[in-house]
């Protein structure tokens, strides 16, 4: 039997990036159960786009988070293109 120390459920873009993040300590072990491609996922329906705008009214702690996280894409993003070789 295995065993993982966290389950995401959704293998879409929020999905795998958590997976993505949380195993780069190389010590956390993440099962990502997913629908697959068939199913109608936030990443199908919104295009794999993660939205700021409207986000956070009345809520200053989401309102950092969101743009602390939108500044860290970047430097995301060309790690994920280091290490799959697909350009996003």
Do not use: P
Not at 15 to 25: E, F, N, P, V, Y
């Amino acid at each position: 039997m295995n065993h993982y120390d966290v389950a995401i459920i959704g293998g879409g873009v929020v999905g795998l990036s958590t997976a993505c993040g949380i195993t780069r300590d190389g010590t956390t072990k993440v099962v990502v159960v997913s629908a697959g491609d068939e199913a109608f996922s936030g990443s199908r329906s919104n295009f794999g786009l993660v939205w700021y705008q409207g986000k956070g009214d009345g809520a200053q702690h989401y309102v950092r988070f969101v743009r602390q996280a939108i500044h860290e894409w970047r430097g995301f993003s060309d790690e994920l293109v280091r290490t799959t070789g697909i350009d996003l």
